[in-house]
């Protein structure tokens, strides 16, 4: 395996990037924004590749910038970054202790990113808590993706973050052990979450920060479907969502609340409305009472709840 600098492509057109078991590794010395980085370019596949980001040596301690700047303008240490790609398809990555994101795709049209497997990733910030990093992430007006059949397992952030894009699919992902939480979205329009499992949310507890560990959380996120999903074990709520006009439904959220707070299985936020949430199974502590709730200025009637299954038990 080759210890890297970094490799950084721009304009690149058809073009193929296929590692036979190769390793990119970062040096001790290593200040780059990725180990593989694409500018501008079109019809470009990446695949078979091994990634270690060498997170101990490399990474410092930092917390992620207020909504309005793009992580990749910011984050450095990251796996792979691709920005301004048109039909851009990465796959068959495995990627391990990356101290940033480990994909993360910016401002790009027809993305497709599979079969990635990502561990032992993510940063601190000055607290010792998560700051959020480790996982993948859709950025900045990019639209028509698909995240689909990657693996996250022990990552300090979120698993799966979009920001600010549209019409996309996330589904098939497997969660275990994350930090923070296993889908963040904000300023979302036109994503389906479907029949991903989610396990662990909000372990190990001495990483989680003051946000919280949610299954999901979806802000500013409109005509979505949320269908299918799994999550069991998780230290607060299963899902928040603020946004109009979505539909949660057949999501079994499991032992949730391990923490024993006064939160909801799930959460209309400020602002919820047009969203339908029907036949979920919502089970853990204090969640017969607080099966779905919904913020102060919220009213019963801008929502659709109907049959949802509440219970107690713990799983």
Known sequence: GAMC???????????????????????????????????????????????????????RMYSLPPFGTMYARFVPANGIVAENATN??????KASHIAGFAVLVNSSKTVKVHDIDVTNSGGFNGQRKNNGT???VIEENTSDFEVRR??????RGDGITI???????????EFRSVAREAIHAERVTAVNIENNHMEQIGFPLEEVDAQ??????????????????????????????????????LNHLIGLNAARRDVAGIFLAS??????????????????????????DVPGSANKVLKNDCSDEAS
């Open 163 to 173: 920001r600010s894009s549209d019409h996309g699919r996330v589904w098939e992902n």
């Open 5 to 59: 600098r970094r490799l950084e492509l721009a304009d690149a057109h058809d073009l193929e990037i296929r590692g036979a078991n190769t390793t990119l590794k970062a040096g001790p010395e290593f200040r780059g924004r990725a180990l593989l980085g694409i500018v501008n370019g079109k019809n470009i596949r990446i695949h078979n590749l091994l990634l270690d980001g060498n997170r101990d040596a490399v990474g």
């Open 150 to 155: 990657c693996a996250f397992g022990t990552i």
């Open 134 to 136: 480790g996982g993948i």
């Open 271 to 296: 602002g919820s409305k047009d969203n339908t949430v029907d036949a979920n199974e919502i089970s853990g502590t204090a969640m017969s009472m607080h099966c779905v709730g919904a913020a102060p």
């Open 212 to 249: 919280g560990a949610l299954c999901m959380r979806l802000e500013h996120f409109d005509g979505g479907v949320v269908k299918d999903n799994t999550c069991t074990e998780a230290l607060l709520g299963g899902i928040s969502v603020s946004g109009a006009g979505n539909k949660l439904t």
């Open 88 to 93: 851009i398809e990465i796959a068959d990555i």
